[in-house]
């Protein structure tokens, strides 16, 4: 997946069809041009006129734009514009203001003439949004209208964003079932006629020129596949913590403040608004006030899953290790907790909070929960009697089950007690090997504490109900309140998976990362995000589940040159396979955290938005609309921004280093010479915006990453309008504030971009900085028999004689659970040779620790055909596990570890991969040569790994330099240090052959020319940290000893080499 910290798993899950509905309007009628590209037209029916905005046709009068009102009827929406609207304003008639708002200004900037907005019901002419509620009784009475605003039958929300377009000789009509489908509707139609939000600023709109005429002709019926699409900036970002919010604060008409560029770039990529309700999040720490008052007032300690005492302020003992963790709460100072640390008692201030979970098994901590739920669903009801009330139910962050609940068996003791049945069929019963034909209550899973607490809410809630008056049983418009309910959490920590008994169909889940219990023990083939999406698209089919990623956190992550590494696989490749199997997994809400860091993200961010519109979009269609947003945003210069997006794409950005930085920015220089900034303003200011990323970064490495750096508080605020950075990071990193202006002191008494001029200054410097250092490649070598190495099959390995057979002393030392899953190559003489690899880690003995735990290692294996060059799969790896077992290896500091071995017989000769999935953390992966028993380990076994793979500080590695090689050419790509590379004259590499040792800590290119003697050898690699080198003049193969390392078989030939037949 290579999202940071979302650790969903493997893809799973099969494509499932768009809906129906969508597909049916998406009828080619003709054909537009845009850009570069062809593009089949938004289509429709025959019905469907031309309806004509503006024209410089003598007499031409432009149309009005009507949104609907009826005050009296109480339908559509009172019109204000945008200067009489708070910027957080989010209420229906707001949002209904910003779709025209969107429109109006799309036009504007197209052809220059803004478009009068009235509210009428008369909606036979000009741009008309009305909802169906407020729809004349022609509208409502439309086929195609129907057609286009039903719900499918699927769940209850499919049809809240839907909207219908249809151009008219009078009339250009956008209906929709909500306001928020017209919101939707808004860029769609702008869209028809090539106008779009590439990003977020004031020039990443893209506008064609319509002066001369613009015309709308389509019929458009869609909607969302996801229901939630929120892409959301997290920190105080949307509202302006690093930027600027206060239109007060802008001195130059031509910069916005932050909300108004988020806003549009939410409506324009379609994620402001959601067809069902937030998830809400973490909710149980807001009863603790309530429940400590509880038990002050009764003299209980019950109420929480931890110790609780109480007494006076003076009966209060000391703190030491024996009451770590315990809670006091004092009986004669009201309001007044401690929490010990064993060190000392904490006051907690209010508003009261416990640092501890409740304990939901005590009678009246539910009934708290309970009376929430009551009074706070009236207060909804009252005022939307029509929706959907949801109550956030999810525990305390970090929740789990630190001692048992003081009742074990409440809930099947409350259903006994009620006469409700327990132990019905379970519904997951032989999903996925799942053996258990009826419901459970297992008191020691914190899931099911959870969800039981879900379910006796709504079951008592709906009890309530039943015992109110008719009329109070229902809304104002005769909605029935117990259909109108629903409970949320989240499937998280330790109450990530599912419980053992079947749900009430109101509950909805958002499921989350940080797993404690997924893949393990009854729960093993319960493991991934989408393993979780698959199971309660089964519990709760009515109820689509969401899902939570973090994709960035720029204050972490950007500060520093690792912020110029890409994190996450923007390819359209991934992001169509990806999506697909998201929502046929059950999927319909996608909730992810951002940054406004759009140099780092930006077409990632882009593309993600456009698979949450419609994620069945194939590989292709992506790869079109990147495309055709790469010709929007950087005109004549989009090849040249083609060649650098490709480059710094995940499975194409060789390592993060300065030769990587050199090569991006030329991209971007080559595209600068292709762009006429006379004839192409607006691609040469994106160009331009996007150099600040890389500006900021030239800063960093060049010692300007302090608070008295005059360029970096002028790159903080005249930044802003670029979002190529994220502003809130630099004010907060390097400045210790949230204010830009503070930060910036006098820049911010002007404008807030930077001039071409001021641009071209320093991009200079950053181009100086990085310079393109030349390398020498394996590929346009020779090697030493004459044959260009261009020829050379690099898959096609063999063991060598000459390199010794001496035992390994350490396998690969790396965190297995998180870091780079590494590749293993082998090589079998002959058919039978066992093959195969060994990963260990220490062992957790409480179990608690799931970085130490038993795993079921994922792991695939592969044959290279030397005559197709081709990999041939033998072992599928996302259908097969190799279960680790306990061991104790002797003279270890920690004896009990865990280890999964894995031995096959090769089925023919030739060169195996083994793909090694995660195991535990502090884990070495070695060959079969190792002996767990007397952790011995016997050489001659081949085990080369291959890429840039991370680990841990670690004896050293082996690679080999064919004969003839004139230097050796790498990149290091961190900044651990002291690092070094041997060189040797003689093989087997002993100390006697040493010939020179050579520093190369510097994280840079190196070159280090070398003696012929010094060819045809091993060199050793060693230092601080592990981060392989990118090799450029000799081939990526390395091991961990001598004797396992692989050779290409053209260059043993080469080289004369003896290549070992032997047991391999």
């Known amino acids: 997946m290579n999202f940071p910290r979302i650790t969903n798993g493997k893809l799973a899950g099969r494509l499932t069809g768009r809906m129906a509905l969508a597909r049916s309007w998406r009828r080619g009628r003709r054909v537009a041009a845009v850009g570069l590209l062809l593009f089949p037209a938004l289509s429709g029916s025959a019905r469907g006129e031309a309806f004509v905005v503006h024209s410089e046709a003598a007499g031409f009068v432009p149309p009005g734009i009507v949104l609907q009102w009826d005050a009296g009827a109480g339908t559509g929406f009172a019109w204000k514009p945008d200067s009489e609207r708070p910027w957080h304003d989010q209420s229906e008639a707001a949002r209904a203001c910003t779709a025209v708002d969107f429109v109006r200004d799309g036009i504007a900037r197209m052809c220059g003439r803004r478009l009068e907005v009235a509210n009428s019901n008369d909606l036979s002419r000009g741009i008309v949004f009305t909802t169906l509620a407020g729809a004349d009784a022609a509208i409502r009475k439309d086929p195609e209208v129907l057609a286009a605003l039903r719900n499918d039958g699927s769940d209850g929300y499919n049809d809240r964003e839907a909207f219908f377009i249809r151009s008219e000789a009078n009339r250009l009509l956008l209906v929709a079932n909500t306001v928020d489908g ?252 799942l053996d258990q034909p009826t419901e459970r209550w297992d008191a020691e899973a914190f899931t099911d504490v959870m969800f039981g607490l879900n379910n006796w809410l709504l079951n008592e809630y709906d009890r309530w109900i039943a015992s109110l008056p008719p009329e109070r049983r229902v809304t104002a418009t005769g909605q029935d309140k117990r259909a109108a309910v629903r409970c949320s959490l989240y499937s998280y920590n330790h109450h990530d998976v599912p419980p053992n008994f079947n749900l009430d169909p109101r509950i909805r889940v958002m499921i989350a990362s940080y797993p404690k219990n997924r893949g393990r023990g009854k729960w093993k083939a319960f493991v991934t995000q989408m393993d979780m999406g698959q199971v309660f698209s089964k519990m709760l089919p009515r109820e689509p589940s969401g899902d939570y990623w973090i994709i960035s956190l720029s204050y972490f992550q950007d500060r520093g040159l690792d912020g110029l590494a890409p994190r996450w696989d923007a390819s359209p490749e991934f992001l169509a396979q990806r999506q697909q199997e998201h929502h046929a997994a059950g999927f319909r809400a996608l909730s992810v955290e951002t940054d406004f860091n759009f140099g780092r993200f930006g077409l990632g961010y882009y593309l993600l938005a456009q698979t949450l519109w419609n994620p069945q979009r194939s590989a292709a269609e992506l790869d079109a609309i990147r495309d055709r947003w790469l010709q929007r945003a950087y005109g004549s210069g989009w090849t040249a921004m083609k060649e650098y997006y490709d480059y710094t794409l995940l499975k194409n950005y060789p390592v993060n280093s300065p030769h990587a930085w050199s090569r991006a920015i030329r991209h971007i220089e080559a595209a600068d010479k292709l762009i006429d900034g006379t004839r192409e303003p607006d691609a040469r200011r994106r160009l331009d915006d996007l150099k600040q990323y890389w500006y900021f970064y030239y800063l960093i490495d060049s010692g300007e990453n302090k608070a008295s750096s005059t360029a970096l508080r002028e790159l903080l605020w005249k930044g802003q309008m670029s979002y190529a950075n994220a502003s809130h990071m630099i004010s907060r990193v390097f400045f210790n504030t949230s204010d830009a202006a503070e930060a910036a002191g006098d820049f911010s008494q002007g404008r807030a971009h930077f001039t071409p001029e001021e641009t071209a200054a320093w991009w200079a410097k950053v181009l100086d900085h990085w310079p393109v250092v030349p390398v020498t490649r394996f590929d346009q070598a020779t090697l030493a028999d004459g044959r260009p190495a261009s020829g050379v099959d690099r898959n096609d390995l063999v063991a060598v004689a000459e390199f010794g057979d001496a035992p390994c002393p350490q396998g690969f030392l790396y965190n297995s659970a998180y870091q780079k899953q590494a590749t293993v190559r082998c090589v079998a003489a002959r058919p039978g040779d066992v093959i195969g690899f060994q990963l260990y880690w220490p062992a957790d003995p409480t179990g608690k620790d799931h970085f130490y735990t038993a795993r079921d290692v994922a792991y695939g294996m592969e044959w290279w055909n030397p005559e197709a060059k081709m990999w041939e799969e033998i072992v599928d790896p996302t259908l097969t596990v190799q279960p680790s077992r306990e061991i104790n290896i002797p003279g270890r500091k920690r004896l009990e570890h865990h280890l999964a071995e894995v031995r096959h017989e090769a089925p023919r000769a030739g060169t195996y991969r083994f793909g090694v999935g995660r195991g535990g953390n502090l884990a070495i992966l070695t060959d079969l040569g190792w002996n767990p028993a007397d952790d011995s380990h016997r050489g001659g076994l081949s085990f080369t790994l291959d890429g840039n793979s991370e680990g841990l500080t670690q004896r050293p590695t082996y690679i080999y330099l064919p004969k003839g090689t004139t230097s050796l050419d790498l990149e290091i790509w961190d900044s651990a240090g002291n690092k070094s590379v041997t060189l040797y004259h003689s093989l087997p590499p002993t100390r006697a052959g040493i010939s020179r040792k050579v520093d190369i800590s510097e994280r840079r290119t190196h070159r280090i020319e070398l003696k012929p003697e010094e060819t045809g050898t091993i060199a050793e690699l060693a230092g601080n940290g592990f981060a392989f080198p990118y090799l450029y003049s000799v081939p990526m193969l390395w091991a961990k000893s001598p004797g396992q390392l692989l050779v290409p078989r053209a260059v043993a030939e080469a080289d004369g080499l003896t290549i070992r037949t032997g047991l391999e």
């Open 182 to 433: 017209l919101v939707c509707a808004a860029p769609a139609l702008l869209d028809s006629v090539g106008y779009e939000v590439l990003a977020m600023g004031p020039n990443w709109i893209h506008a064609p020129d319509r002066r001369g005429g613009l015309v709308f002709d389509l019929t458009l019926a869609d909607r969302p596949g996801y229901y939630i699409r929120a892409l959301s900036a997290t920190s105080g970002q949307p509202y302006g913590v690093g930027t600027i919010n206060d239109p007060k604060r802008l001195s130059d008409p031509a910069d916005e403040t932050v909300s108004t560029s988020y806003r549009r770039w939410q409506i324009g990529q379609r994620m402001l608004t959601a067809s069902m309700p937030r998830f809400p999040g973490h909710a149980l720490q807001a009863y603790h006030e309530q429940v400590i008052g509880h038990m002050r007032e009764n003299g209980t300690s019950d109420g929480f899953l931890g110790q609780v005492l109480l007494g006076t302020d003076a009966e209060r003992p000391p703190a030491e290790e024996g009451n770590r963790g315990h809670l006091w709460i004092s009986t004669d100072v009201p309001g007044t907790i401690h929490h010990s640390d064993g060190k000392e008692w904490k006051p907690r201030a209010k508003p009261l909070y416990a640092p501890m979970s409740l304990d939901v098994s005590v009678p009246f901590v539910r009934q708290i929960v309970l009376d929430s739920l009551k009074e706070k669903s009236e207060a909804f009801f009252a005022t939307s009697p029509d929706g959907l009330f949801v109550f956030g139910t999810d525990p305390e962050d970090g929740s789990g089950l630190v001692q048992p609940p003081r009742h074990p068996n409440w809930y099947p003791d409350y259903l006994a007690e009620i006469g409700a049945e327990f132990g019905r069929p379970y519904v997951l019963h032989g999903y996925k090997g």
